[in-house]
């Protein structure tokens, strides 16, 4: 099982750039797909983002041009750089692990808050 702890979150202003960072453990990080997640009040879990083993990127229609996944092999570290920030961009953001074969992602962090004013 592999141990996902989200940090970065916070309060900023429609326009601004956060980066949000996961600290992973366990072999699944490397070998497996890691993705970022968002809830947001009263809504639905929905995909934001995901990178593969080798390094391609998926994103949601939603973020795709502002947000950017990255990951950081040596360091076990995920990264999602957003820009130009929404007020609907506003969720809980969840880092969440696949492992390669697998179907679904199976380990989940606890969730950063990003709230994004107007």
């Known amino acids: 099982q592999v141990q996902l702890v989200e940090s970065g979150g916070g309060l900023v202003q429609a326009g601004d750039s956060l980066r949000l960072s996961c600290a992973a453990s366990g072999p699944t990080f490397s070998s497996g797909t890691m993705g970022w997640f968002r809830q947001a009040p009263g809504k639905e879990r929905e995909f934001v983002a995901a990178?593969?083993?080798?390094?391609?990127?998926y994103y949601a229609d939603s973020v795709k041009g502002r947000f950017t996944i990255s990951k950081d092999n040596t360091k076990n570290m995920l990264y999602l750089q957003m820009n130009s920030l929404k007020p609907e961009d506003t969720a809980v953001y969840y880092c969440?692990?696949?492992?390669?074969?697998?179907?679904?992602?199976?380990?989940w962090g606890q969730g950063t808050q990003v709230t994004v004013s107007s």
């Open positions: 990178i593969w083993s080798g390094g391609t990127t």
């Open positions: 969440a692990a696949r492992r390669h074969g697998a179907v679904d992602y199976g380990s």
